[in-house]
T-cell receptor, first 109, second 114 residues
Framework: RKEVEQDPGPFNVPEGATVAFNCTYS??????FFWYRQDCRKEPKLLMS???SGNEDGRFTAQLNRASQYISLLIRDSKLSDSATYLCVVNSGYSTLTFGKGTMLLVSP | DARVTQTPRHKVTEMGQEVTMRCQPI?????VFWYRQTMMQGLELLAYFRNRAPLDDSGMPKDRFSAEMPDATLATLKIQPSEPRDSAVYFC????????????FGSGTRLTVV
């Protein structure tokens, strides 16, 4: 089983739609969780950390389910500028980050 | 905004040549990572340093890759000799140890070995 697994997509959604991504991780001892965003031919950028209690940042909501070992990202009211690849990231020990291969989102007019 | 600076941005080289990639981490960050990204494998951790000491380089092909951090402002990744399968984007990232902290990536070095 891969350490961090994501559906590669692409998810094609119209502007204004709500879209959700899930990610599963294999290491039950993982402590920190993040969502990164990567635009085409650019570096990954931190979108948000994921806390046990769930957290929200504007249109973005992240949730963590430790029992089932999955993380989710919900994007409400999608914008064209949300089109990117979303990387699920897990702290896999010694503060190293293990990345999923990403889920591609395409938002169309 | 503080940035991680990588040079060169692009590199095209012939098989067998030595390649050196450089990274200037954000001042004050004590952890530096080297990642490689390809379409097939995604982001793979090659090596990382904490307080300039190498902690893990198990992701690197040891026979041809080497990573060093000669001082707090410079990390290097060398490939000698380079091979076509090394073609990828190489990212450096830096951060501070602590649960809940993400890391900041540089813009990457896009390497093509022909």
């Amino acid at each position: 089983r891969k350490e961090v697994e994501q559906d590669p997509g692409p998810f094609n959604v119209p502007e204004g739609a709500t879209v959700a991504f899930n990610c599963t991780y294999s290491n039950s001892a993982s402590q920190s969780f993040f969502w990164y965003r990567q635009d085409c031919r650019k570096e990954p950028k931190l979108l948000m950390s994921v806390y046990s209690s769930g957290n929200e940042d504007g249109r973005f909501t992240a949730q963590l389910n430790r029992a089932s070992q999955y993380i989710s990202l919900l994007i409400r009211d999608s914008k064209l500028s949300d089109s990117a690849t979303y990387l699920c990231v897990v702290n896999s020990g010694y503060s190293t980050l293990t990345f999923g291969k990403g889920t591609m989102l395409l938002v169309s007019p | 905004d503080a940035r991680v600076t990588q040079t060169p941005r692009h590199k095209v080289t012939e098989m067998g040549q030595e390649v050196t990639m450089r990274c200037q981490p954000i001042l004050g960050h004590n952890t530096v990572f080297w990642y490689r990204q390809t379409m097939m494998q995604g982001l793979e951790l090659l090596a990382y340093f904490r307080n300039r000491a190498p902690l893990d380089d198990s992701g690197m092909p040891k026979d041809r890759f080497s990573a060093e951090m000669p001082d707090a402002t410079l990390a290097t990744l060398k490939i000698q000799p380079s091979e076509p399968r090394d073609s990828a984007v190489y990212f450096c990232a830096s951060g501070t140890v602590g649960a809940g902290y993400g890391y900041t990536f540089g813009s990457g070095t896009r390497l093509t070995v022909v």
